[in-house]
């Protein structure tokens, strides 16, 4: 994301300029906007005018709208936001007062003014904007058959390309066709890997399959990109890596980002920082429950007893309609960090924080045992 202007003061009023450039940069502001807020931006709105005929006739006119922030829609499908509230700003097509959305999209400008700047959505900001935060992984998540082509970012995975196949079992009389389907599949594979991988931005191409699957790929990746003089990947072959996963599907990412060779490539993004913490804080759960708890009132518990070194939230949370609501979590962030601990805060389209939903969105790491938290109820 890159900031044109800036004019806030924390925690009191202020607006911004910002472009958006990424698909990930509509997820930041997803999460920065809050109802209230006023959004500055171009967008397109049908008009009705009168023809010489004495009819009525509609056309589209593009025109710059201020409006008041009522509804945040983020569609993670399209990878557009839609911000929908009351036209604020004088208009010859729009009256005061109207109903209007706006769609929020890469590289147009928009400027955004919020009463309060938090420390939440200034954190968010300043996320957005630190290219070294960003994880950018290509991963193809492989099986016999099934090929998931998925790019990670730091707050966003993506499924790019789905390509599935019926592959004759190996023995008895089908195997004469198994190899020439195995090759079909593979090269199906390769051209979605070629149309939705830029080596200009990943940091790395990831193959995971269970049995030996990725390795018979990367065969066939290598041998074709000699072949057809392919220098994508020629180029960048220290860059593909190869990783056992459990199967080919989504939900075996988290084993992916969780293996040593990948974690030493992403090891200073925020993405990673976040998979070790919610590894970590599955061991203590695991080894030391009392040094570990989960749910708002656990947590809650224990930050009254200043017994929080690491907290791990996810940023649904933040994006509750009820502003006690948000502020009492950008406090306890606050509180957590002002105490010497450290707070993650987990992105909910990211595999890291799907998992941490399945345990309310809301966890922690203990500085000392509290075996009273037992006797608490969820």
């Known amino acids: 994301m890159r900031i044109v202007r800036k004019s806030v003061v924390p925690n009191g009023s202020g607006s911004i300029k910002i472009v958006p450039e990424e698909t990930d940069d509509l997820w930041h502001v997803y999460n920065i906007v809050s109802v209230g807020d006023k959004v500055l931006a171009d967008t397109v709105r049908k008009v009705q005018r009168e023809v010489a005929s004495g009819g009525r006739d509609s056309e589209r006119v593009r025109l ?35 109903f209007h959305t706006i769609e929020i999209e890469q590289h147009r400008p928009l400027v955004l003014k919020k009463d309060v700047w938090d420390s939440m959505a200034l954190e968010v900001l300043r996320q957005a904007c630190d290219p ?32 599935e196949a019926s592959i004759p079992r190996k023995h008895g009389p089908a195997i004469a066709g198994y190899e020439k389907a195995l090759n079909k599949f593979f090269e199906n594979v390769l051209q979605a890997v070629l149309k939705n991988v830029d080596f200009k931005v990943v940091r790395c191409l990831v193959l995971a399959s269970p049995g030996f699957t990725k390795d018979q790929f990367h065969s066939f990746l290598l041998l ?21 996963s459990s199967s080919g599907y989504k939900h075996s990412l988290r084993e992916v980002l969780d293996a040593p060779n990948v974690m030493s490539m992403i090891k200073d993004t925020k993405a990673a920082q976040e998979v070790r913490a919610l590894k970590d804080f599955f061991e203590m ?94």
């Open 64 to 98: 710059k709208l201020e409006i008041q922030v009522q509804d945040i829609d983020y569609d993670n499908v399209a990878s557009v936001l839609r911000l929908r509230g009351k036209n604020i700003m004088e208009n010859e097509h729009v009256k005061i007062g109207a």
């Open 132 to 163: 070294g935060a960003r994880a950018d992984l290509a991963v193809v998540m492989m099986q016999e058959g099934l090929a998931n082509i998925l790019l990670v970012g730091n707050s966003i995975t993506t499924t790019r390309s789905r390509i």
């Open 224 to 244: 074709e990109a000699e072949r057809r003089e392919l220098r994508s990947i020629i180029e960048n072959k220290s860059r593909i890596l190869l990783v056992h």
């Open 285 to 378: 759960l695991s080894n030391d429950p009392a040094r570990a708890c989960y749910g708002p009132k656990h947590v809650e518990f224990a930050h009254e007893r200043m017994s929080i070194q690491t907290l791990l939230i996810i940023d649904d949370l933040f994006r509750s309609s009820d502003i006690k609501t948000r502020q009492k979590y950008v406090n306890l962030i606050d509180s957590v960090k002002d105490s010497g601990g450290t707070a993650h805060v987990f992105s909910s389209m990211h595999v890291s924080g799907e998992q941490l939903a399945q345990l309310t969105g809301i966890a922690a790491i203990l500085r000392f045992p509290l075996p009273d938290l037992e006797d608490i109820e969820m």
